[in-house]
């Protein structure tokens, strides 16, 4: 017993250090993705509800950009290890369209926080002729704006 105990020690701090160095995703903050859209991401309730706002670089209109209100939720389950699945909409401010996100919170190799994102946008159409030419499809990548870390 008294040979175990330094062992013991050891094998504890080393678990412990290990739990300390891993770090999460957390969807708060101010992030910019690969087509130069900021998004602020303000609150994230106990149950994963989250709010912000969406400043799109890009339009599929000829309208004026304005900052767009989003609603989402992420998983709060307790098998998620710190790289939550999240969903979120905007409702743009601009448009009558609507954009739904989902996607995944990642801390990379280099221990940087990535948002992979899908997203569908919806426009809204004359008819429903016109519906087969109604969504967009596509992906983003959210990086942390850097005078936030
Ligand atoms: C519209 O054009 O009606 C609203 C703006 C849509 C912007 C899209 S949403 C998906 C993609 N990612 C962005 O950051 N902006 C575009």
Redesign the pocket.
Known sequence: MVQATPLLLVLFLALGAHGLAVKKCSLTGRWV?D?G?NMTITTVNANGVFAGS?H??????S?E?KL?PLQGSMQKSPNQKGQPTFGFT?N?S????I?V?TGQCFVDEYGKEVLKTM?L?R?CVENIKNDWKAT?V?T?VFTRLQSQE
């Open positions: 993705n087509l859209s969406y799109t670089a890009v339009t599929a209109t309208n950009i767009s905007v743009w601009f448009s009558d369209s954009t996100f997203w946008l426009s967009r596509g983003n």
